[in-house]
């Protein structure tokens, strides 16, 4: 079903700081690139936001009926903060505090974030490609930089020539920044930089001694700098030029500004006609991040086993919280907020599971196609989750309005009615069922499971080993196995 000819969607293009009507390069088929995950660390509720924002989006092209390939990165190599300037890969750092391969350590975080997401019930991409799985285009790209002027080398490094770009391009375009401003601004370079201008960025860089990703290059044995996997990886599946590109705002500069200079400066093109930039999930006014400490993981989340919390909540309230707010907007995160959430989420889906058992009339007091259409308007909108839920919201208390016999529906209507109500919550916001028997139902239990093991924990610790081994064997027995490791107890089911 071709919906999205009777639906005219807007898109807030970032670079042009408007909404502008969404027409696809190709008719009937979108294809949409988004900055995955850097795998070092699990994913915090921050970043869950920004993949969940993109899902609504890949879920609602879909629901309007669009082809959609979806190409989202996982960023193996190459994350280096200031061009590794002042600090080393991520990966490695953390390789060498867990006594891990690299690839352990990207294998470890790329299972976790694979597992969050489907608990999140989030649609996986078309094609997840990594960065270390494109290291030949990536030396491809640097030389054909090198060939055009707009990329030199320096001891075994070479780097993106910015001052020279700006000659015939635009640098700055996408972040609102001038050169001549960011010149002016930048910090002075740093002695031992092989850098022309503090605002060249890299492409390659030579590896030091430690360094243990490495690949052979024209120049060195070395590294791609980390803008330039996303340049690669999109427009090798999408095209020179394709419709959309996302990630979270925070990744405006550098990262998709140096995208932008590297495809420009590689094909002569822009490479993306919509760009799309999710807004941050904070904590008490401050971005939710790693690096600050103030980060919340999924899993604790759904446990309630942090202190920031009082109690845990099932990945599918997380999830209506985080859409109660538009992804342009700022979300701040609390518990009371979450509650409302929850109470909000539980009087919706009792609504809708009640559409069924509604008794009808010969005529109806409600518009069911002018609320209809009001819901496409609301994602219409560029994506307004929270105006959708509004008018879902506003469904729900004309079901409530029926059961309590003030007012009156058809069969047609019901019917209508609930296969909105249905769509709109399940195949575009992705919600489920609180209780439904599955894996994404995993908080209670595991919260149950917590209790088991800190029982357990506690045996063992009065020298209980009658109690401790019971806990132990029973729970095998059931087909859940405890194991204990250095950062203490966790579980598996067998299947
Ligand atoms: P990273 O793994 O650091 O590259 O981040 C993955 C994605 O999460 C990027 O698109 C970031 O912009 C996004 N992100 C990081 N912190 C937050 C936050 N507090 N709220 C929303 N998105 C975030
Ligand atoms: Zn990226």
Request: aromatic share 10%.
């Amino acid at each position: 079903m071709s919906l999205y000819k009777d639906q005219s969607l807007s898109i807030y293009n970032s670079i042009s700081k408007e909404k502008e009507l969404f027409t696809p390069l190709h008719q009937g088929a979108v294809g949409m690139y988004v900055c995955g995950p850097t795998v070092y660390s699990n994913v915090h509720l921050g970043n869950c936001r920004t993949f969940l924002s993109f899902d609504l989006v890949f879920r609602y092209l879909k629901h309007l009926g669009y082809k959609v390939r979806y190409v989202r990165n996982i960023t193996d190599a190459g994350h280096l903060e200031n061009d590794g300037e002042s600090g080393d890969d991520p990966i490695l750092k953390k390789a060498r505090i867990e006594q891990l391969e690299p690839m352990e350590v990207v294998q470890k975080y790329t299972v976790d974030f694979h597992n969050i997401m489907a608990l999140f019930n989030a649609n996986p991409p078309s094609i997840e490609p990594t960065a270390t799985g494109h290291i030949v285009e990536q030396i491809e790209i640097v030389q054909t930089l090198i060939d055009k002027g707009y990329a030199y080398e320096k001891n075994g490094s070479v780097y993106f020539d910015v001052m020279t770009f700006n000659e015939d391009h635009e640098y700055g375009k996408l972040s609102g920044r001038q050169l001549e401003d960011m010149i002016a601004n930048i910090r002075e370079l740093q002695a031992q930089s092989d850098k022309k201008n503090p605002q060249d960025f890299a492409l390659w860089k030579k590896a030091e001694p430690q360094h243990i990703m490495r690949w052979p290059s024209p120049w060195s044995v070395g590294f791609p700098g980390w803008h330039l996997e996303c340049t690669v990886m999109s427009t090798k599946y999408l095209g020179k030029r394709f419709d959309i590109h996302g990630g979270g705002m925070d990744l405006k500069f550098p990262h998709h500004e140096c995208e932008i200079a590297q495809a420009e400066g590689a094909h002569g093109a822009s490479p993306v006609n919509y760009w799309m930039h999710a807004n941050m999930l904070t904590i008490n006014g401050k971005k939710m991040s790693k690096s600050t400490g103030n980060s919340i993981l999924p899993r604790e989340l759904f446990s309630g086993n942090n202190d920031l919390l009082k109690r845990g909540f099932s990945p599918t309230v997380v999830k209506f919280f985080i859409y109660q707010a538009h992804y342009r907007s700022i979300l701040d995160f609390s518990n009371s907020a979450l509650e409302a959430s929850e109470k909000g989420f539980n009087r919706l889906m009792e609504a809708f599971k009640s559409i069924e058992s509604l008794s009808h009339s010969k005529k109806s007091d409600f518009d069911i196609s002018a609320w209809k259409q009001k819901c496409y308007d609301a994602m219409n909108d560029d994506f307004n989750s929270p105006i959708l839920i509004a008018e879902l919201f506003e469904g729900a208390k004309y079901i409530n309005a029926v059961k309590d016999g003030s007012a009156s529906i058809t069969e047609e209507d019901a019917i209508q009615l609930h296969a909105t109500m249905k769509a709109f919550l399940y195949d575009v916001l992705g919600l489920e069922e609180v209780g439904k028997a599955t894996e994404t139902d995993g908080a209670p239990f595991d919260a149950a499971m917590q209790v088991l093991i800190e029982l357990r924990n506690s045996a063992r610790a009065n020298k209980d080993f009658a109690t401790s081994d019971r806990i132990r064997d029973e729970l095998l027995a059931a087909g859940i196995q405890l194991k204990d490791g250095k950062d203490g107890t966790s579980y598996s089911i067998q299947k």
